[in-house]
Structure formats: C-alpha cells, structure tokens
C-alpha cells in the first residue's frame, strides 16, 4: 500500500478524491494548503505527491520549491492534478519539470477519475 498525500483545498473534491484513492488501495493524507502539506509530509512520508497549484495563502508552487528544498524529499514523485490550463505555464515547463519534479501535469476539466488513478498508478514505485 502506497502513502499519498494529496494537496487539495476544494474541500468536496478532496473527499471524493480521497475515497477513490483509498479504495484504490492507497493510505491517503489530506491537507488543503502548503503549510498543512509540509507537516503532512514530514509525519507520512508519502510515496507520492498529487497537487492542486491553486492553494489559499501559498500557491502549489511554493509549496513545491519548499518540499523540494529537503533532500528526502526530491525524488518523491509528484502529480499535479489542477484546475491551472497548461497553457499558464508556457515556457516554463523546465523548470516545473527539471527544477520541481513535476512528473505528470493533468487538467482537471479534461481529467477523469479513472485516469488520475491510472497515473497514480503509473507514478507508485513497484513493490518488491
């Protein structure tokens, strides 16, 4: 069982993602902000990251220069999963790739569910 910690502050969203995640078989840990995110890290230790950039007080950005800034967490894989159109990030996708570690980027509007728990999937080292 994978530990995610998913950063969403649409309160109604997180639940319904957190159900579809656990169900899924995944131990799942919410937080709605960047500063809940990183005390949620620091106790869960997630195997996987997936984030919503839209956050009250620090943007999901922030929040990924702060996570990325502790060594033990730089090769935490991290999904982003947010209502932000790629197009906003247009010239910029090095450094939200190379810099942040960003491995998928999915457009909620045009996302399923059973998609993102089929990149969640795809995303989770495979047990030994």
Known sequence: MAKILLVEPDRLL?????????????????????????????????????????LVEHSGIEFLYEFRSYPEWQAIPVLVHTAVPPGEFEGSWQ??????????YLYKPRTSLARLLSDVRGQLPVPA
């Open 95 to 104: 450094i939200l790739g190379r810099e942040l570690g960003i491995d998928i």
């Open 14 to 54: 997180a639940e319904t993602y957190l159900k579809a995640l656990a169900g899924d078989g995944h131990e799942v840990v919410a937080a709605a902000g960047a500063q809940a995110a990183i005390s949620a890290a620091d106790a869960a230790r997630p195997d996987l990251v997936v984030l919503e950039l839209q």
